[in-house]
Nanobody
């Protein structure tokens, strides 16, 4: 059974930093493209960042580019999202997602419907 467990969320002041983690069990993270999505109250889930199985390719939403960094440690089966210069509009539940690459045949995607596994989310609140 595949499980994704996010951690590290919390309350932070605007301009501050936070790192959230996604621990994967039941499959090796190296066989998956990984992504972070977020959902604010009353809004649709939106793409934040994604990273390929090798870590060689990353993509970011324009709203977080230059402030957020996605990374992975395949040895620890964990994916991270480093968030700097946080803004109140970054407040949301952050979800980790995994997409089976089928041996490298599939890459990252910005479409949440194309991800196979999801975590339960971790809440990030940025106060002004």
């Amino acid at each position: 059974q595949v499980r994704l467990v996010e951690s590290g969320g919390g309350l932070v002041q605007a301009g501050g930093s936070l790192r959230i983690s996604c621990a994967v069990s039941g499959r090796t993270v190296s066989s998956s493209a990984m992504a972070w999505f977020r959902q604010a109250p009353g809004k649709e889930r939106e793409f934040v960042a994604a990273i390929s199985w090798s870590g060689g390719t990353t993509d970011y939403a324009d709203s977080v580019k230059g402030r957020f960094t996605i990374s992975r440690d395949n040895a620890k089966n964990t994916v991270y999202l480093e968030m700097n210069s946080l803004k109140p509009e970054d407040t949301a539940d952050y979800y980790c997602a995994a997409r089976d690459t089928y041996g490298g045949l599939r890459g990252i995607s910005l479409n949440p419907a194309l991800y196979d596994y999801w975590g339960q989310g971790t809440q990030v609140t940025v106060s002004s």
